[in-house]
Nanobody, 121 residues
Framework: QAQLVESGGGLVRAGGSLRLSCTAS?????????????MGWYRQAPGKQRELVAS???????NYADSVKGRFTISRDNAKNTVYLQMNRLKPEDTAVYFC??????????WGQGTQVTVSS
C-alpha cells in the first residue's frame, strides 16, 4: 500500500555533512498510518548487523544511537510525508547503507531501498 524512497546519500570526506530524505507514497490510508507512527533510520555496514541510528515519534520526540548523538538530527514533516536525517561531522565509521523504516497498521513495517553513504578519511 505504500513505498518509502530514500535520497541524499553519496561520497563525502570526513567532517562533511549530508542530509538524507525519505518520502512515503501510496494510498491515503497507508500514508496516514505512517504519519501516525514512529519512523526511523537504520544503517548496515559490510559485515555488520543492521543498527538503529535514530527514530522519531508521531509527537516529534527523537532518540539517537550513542554513536551519532550530537552529530545527527532526525526530523519529520508530515505535510510532506517525509522524514529527514541531517548528518554532520561525518566519520569513516558512518559508512553504511542507510534505510528508512515506517510502520503501518496490523504490525506491518515497510522499508526503503537504501541509500549508500560513504565517508572517506
Amino acid at each position: 500500500q505504500a513505498q518509502l524512497v530514500e535520497s541524499g546519500g553519496g561520497l563525502v570526506r570526513a567532517g562533511g555533512s549530508l542530509r538524507l530524505s525519505c518520502t512515503a507514497s501510496g494510498s491515503t490510508l497507508s500514508i496516514n498510518d505512517i504519519n501516525d507512527n514512529d519512523m526511523g533510520w537504520y544503517r548496515q555496514a559490510p559485515g555488520k548487523q543492521r543498527e538503529l541510528v535514530a527514530s522519531i515519534s508521531k509527537t516529534y520526540s527523537a532518540n539517537y544511537a550513542d554513536s551519532v548523538k550530537g552529530r545527527f538530527t532526525i526530523s519529520r514533516d508530515n505535510a510532506k510525508n517525509t522524514v529527514y536525517l541531517q548528518m554532520n561531522r561525518l566519520k569513516p565509521e558512518d559508512t553504511a547503507v542507510y534505510f528508512c523504516n515506517g510502520k503501518l497498521r496490523w504490525g506491518y513495517e515497510i522499508w526503503g531501498q537504501g541509500t549508500q553513504v560513504t565517508v572517506s578519511s
